[in-house]
């Protein structure tokens, strides 16, 4: 068992360029179509699998870091992944056991922003 994970460790290591610019897209990808679903007000199934999806990315982000962090590797580049890895989380979360406050604030937020916006002049009047 052991040596199944120095294995996956030592591959993590030396792929990292490749499973950094698959795994941060595809977080942040994620994680900003639960937050559009959200916004949208889709149901809650469908957020909830969304933010899932998003969160086992975010963990395998954790895991790869962790591959750096257990040979003694401490860069600023491995504390961003893992403020980055640690902020996708935390909205997936949020999305998932917030959803029923999230929907409940969502009008209030709307009318915040579409009263701060500037008016449209239409086009011709002037």
Known sequence: MIELISTLADLSRTHCVGICGFLIPLDLTLTGCTFLLLVTQRSQPIVTRCAIAACTVSVLIFLHISSWFSIGVVTPVTFILSGLGLLC?????????????FQRYLPHMKNL???HLP???PVGKV
């Open 119 to 121: 008016q449209r002049v």
């Open 89 to 101: 989380l935390s909205v997936n979360l949020s999305a998932i056991y917030g959803y029923s406050q």
């Open 113 to 115: 922003v579409l009263t």
